[in-house]
C-alpha cells in the first residue's frame, strides 16, 4: 500500500522535476538545510517540548524555554546552511527565533488549553490502497467548547490570505484522521500559528469539504502514479531549492536524464536519503 504525505504531494505540485530527485530518485542533495529550516525546525522543537512539559504540569519559565531553544539551535546547526537573504546573519535568524518564543509564550502563558498530544502521528486511509501520513503539531480537545483544535506553527513571514487559509489541503486532512477517531459529528477547529506576527488564523471544514477533498488528493495521488514526464518549474523558491545545484534551469552545462529534464553534467555522485526528510514532519517555512 502505497503512503504519502503532505509535503509529497505539494512538492510535486511545486515542481515535478525536484519531486522525482526527492521521492523516486531518492537523490540525496549536497545543500541539506536552508537556514530558515533550521529556525523552524528548532522553534517548533521548542514548543513541543514546552507544551510536553506543561502536559506533565511543569510550566517552563521564559529562560528555560529560550535556553532549550539556544541548546538546540547549537546542537543541530551547520556552517553549510544556506542563507539566501544576505542582508541577514545567522544571528539574526537566531534572534528571530528567540522573538518567535518569547512573543508565543506572553500571548499563551499559562497554557491552559488542554493539550492531548504534540508531534501526533496520523494516518488516514484514502482508500483501500493509499494511505497518507502526517503529523500534527499540537492537538487540543477544547473543553469549553467541546471541539478538537489541530495547531500548525509558521514561522514564515508571509500571512496567507484568509481564502487560501480556507483552501489549505495539510491541516483540512489531517482533521480527517481526527474525526474518524473522535467521531464526524465532533466540530474540528484548524489553527494556525503565525510566530512572525504573533497572530492565530482559523479555518473549520464541513464533512461535505472533507469528502470533496479526500476525492481531489485520490485524483491528485492517481496523477502522480500515472506520471512519466517530470518538467522543471522555475520560480521564486528556486532560491530555496535543495536541488538547485542539480537543476538544469541553473546550468548552462546540463544533459537530459531520465526525468524528461536536465542534469548538470558535473553533478557529483549520488547518494540516497530517507524518503521522509526532516521538513515533512516540521514544515518548510520559506521567508
Ligand atoms: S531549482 Fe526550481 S526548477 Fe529546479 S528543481 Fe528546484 S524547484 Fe525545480
Known amino acids: ?38 529556525l523552524g525546525g528548532v522553534v517548533h522543537d521548542t514548543l513541543e517540548w514546552v507544551h510536553t512539559e506543561v502536559m506533565n504540569n511543569k510550566i517552563p519559565t521564559i529562560d528555560q524555554m529560550i535556553t532549550r531553544y539556544a541548546e538546540k539551535w547549537e546542537e543541530k546547526y551547520k556552517p553549510n546552511f544556506v542563507i539566501v537573504r544576505k542582508t541577514m546573519n545567522p544571528k539574526d535568524y537566531f534572534n528571530k527565533g528567540v522573538q518567535f518564543l518569547l ?27 493509499t494511505k497518507l501520513q502526517g503529523f500534527i503539531d499540537r492537538l487540543v480537545h477544547n473543553l469549553e467548547t467541546g471541539q478538537y483544535e489541530v495547531h500548525d506553527y509558521k514561522t514564515a513571514n508571509n500571512l496567507p490570505t484568509q481564502a487560501k487559509i480556507d483552501g489549505d489541503r495539510q491541516l483540512a486532512l489531517y482533521s480527517i484522521a481526527i474525526k474518524e477517531k473522535y467521531g464526524h459529528d465532533k466540530e474540528v477547529c484548524l489553527v494556525w500559528h503565525y510566530l512572525a506576527h504573533n497572530l492565530k488564523i482559523q479555518s473549520r471544514r464541513t464533512n ?80
Not at 118 to 127: F, M, Q, T, Y
Request: with cysteine.
Open 1 to 38: 500500500m502505497a503512503t504519502y504525505s503532505h509535503s509529497r504531494l505539494s512538492t510535486f505540485e511545486q515542481c515535478p522535476f525536484k519531486f522525482k530527485l526527492r521521492y523516486l530518485d531518492k537523490i540525496k542533495p549536497e545543500i541539506e538545510q536552508s537556514i530558515e529550516s533550521h
Open 103 to 129: 512573543d508565543y509564550y506572553q500571548k499563551n502563558q499559562p497554557f491552559k488549553e488542554n493539550t492531548l498530544e504534540v508531534e501526533k502521528r496520523i494516518l488516514i486511509e484514502l482508500d483501500e490502497n
Open 208 to 287: 461535505q469539504q472533507l469528502k470533496q477533498l479526500k476525492k481531489e488528493t485520490l485524483e491528485l495521488i492517481k496523477k502522480i502514479e500515472s506520471t512519466t514526464h517530470f518538467p522543471t518549474n522555475k520560480m521564486i523558491l528556486c532560491s530555496w531549492c535543495e536541488y538547485k545545484s542539480m537543476c538544469p534551469e541553473f546550468s548552462d552545462r546540463s544533459l537530459t536524464c531520465s526525468a524528461g529534464g536536465k542534469i548538470n553534467e558535473h553533478q557529483k555522485p549520488l547518494t540516497q536519503f530517507s524518503d521522509t526528510p526532516p521538513e515533512e514532519v516540521k514544515g518548510l517555512d520559506i521567508w
